[in-house]
């Protein structure tokens, strides 16, 4: 035994030494570092253009510029369309940051792709007019078009009235809310054409103000509203009831809210619709009961849905049909 002290002694190191070395690799391999941070693939690419489902025919709309994985976010910048209706150049570098779940949440629909570096920016152009008086005659605002537009939109608008002239300034204003300043593009005596961004913009009624570059100025309140997407109907099942009948409804559209109320109307007549239900913005069911009692008749019936909150209205393009209960005729 004594003989093989040596070889027990070399056993023991190698023992010892086996044991420390499995203790020191049993250390995760990822230890101090960090996991980059995850999210859901980006829904656009630089150079979509992007609206809500009802800014999608705008003249001037939000362009991807780049997504950044790491803070989850958008740039994006304003694309507007050329004179042949195709898209795109811009009036302006002006660039904004948006995190993707609230750009991807509100701008639903894509309208378009562009190469962004082959997009011009380029400064708007006035149109030549005749010269104007120097006389410092006041402007006068007429009108609006469009006079509503959604919130967190760019909307294209074309203010008419007289003696507008070059340099004129566009503000919508509000008590208690900061003024909006539009970017003016074009300027003739008797027109204005101008964009409005809306991103971030109270709800509500404006008041329109027009200020040439001699100071003198003119106003317009309650003459535009920002507010909800007016309800859009697109479709109706059935399209038609006999008197008498109990006819469940199905309206397919856009834009409905929660709270919606919707009515046949004819002449003074009105025929409301029971329990209407609308658990998407694209779809309302409700009951019509066609009763003689409750109004009734044989004819053509104009059909509105409301949405209740914000007022808005929207009306069906087509009629809806109630027959005789025994002819089957109007």
């Not at 941070?37 to 489902?53: E, N, R």
């Amino acid at each position: 035994m004594t003989g093989n002290s040596p070889f027990c002694l070399l056993f023991s190191f190698l023992l010892v030494f086996s044991v420390f070395f499995a203790g020191c690799s049993e250390e995760p391999a990822s230890a101090g570092t960090t996991a980059l941070p995850t999210h859901p693939d980006a829904k656009y690419g630089a150079g979509d253009i992007i609206a809500t489902s009802s800014s999608a025919t705008a003249p001037a709309l939000y362009v991807i510029l780049n997504y950044d994985a790491a803070t989850d976010q958008y740039t994006r910048g304003i694309i507007e369309k050329n004179t042949d209706g195709s898209w795109g150049h811009r009036t302006s570098t002006w660039v904004e940051k948006s995190p993707r779940t609230e750009v991807e949440k509100i701008y639903t629909v894509k309208v378009g792709h562009v190469v962004i570096s082959i997009v011009p920016v380029v400064s708007p152009t006035l149109l030549s007019e005749p010269p104007q008086s120097s006389s410092g005659t006041a402007p006068v605002i007429s009108n609006i078009s469009p006079g509503f537009a959604v919130r967190d939109t760019v909307v294209s608008v074309t203010i008419s009235g007289t003696n507008f002239q070059k340099g004129a300034t566009v503000r919508l204003v509000r008590v208690g809310s900061a003024a909006i300043n539009a970017t003016v593009v074009r300027v003739t005596a008797f027109d204005i054409s101008c964009l409005f961004n809306l991103k971030g913009k109270s709800d509500g009624v404006y008041t329109l103000i027009v200020t040439n570059p001699d100071g003198k100025s003119d106003s317009q309140p309650g003459i535009f509203t920002i507010g909800e997407a007016s309800p859009i109907i697109a479709g109706m099942y059935p399209v038609t009831g006999a008197v008498h009948e109990k006819v469940s409804l199905v309206i397919t559209g856009q834009n409905f809210r929660n709270e919606v109320k919707v009515s046949l109307m004819k002449n003074a007549t009105e025929l409301v619709c029971d329990g209407p239900l609308s658990m998407e913005s694209s779809k309302i069911s409700c009951s019509l009961d066609l009763a003689p009692n409750r109004g009734a008749s044989p004819g053509e019936w104009t059909v509105t849905v409301l949405n209740i909150r914000d007022q808005q209205r929207g009306t069906w393009v087509k009629k809806f049909i109630i027959t005789n209960a025994t002819t089957g005729s109007p």
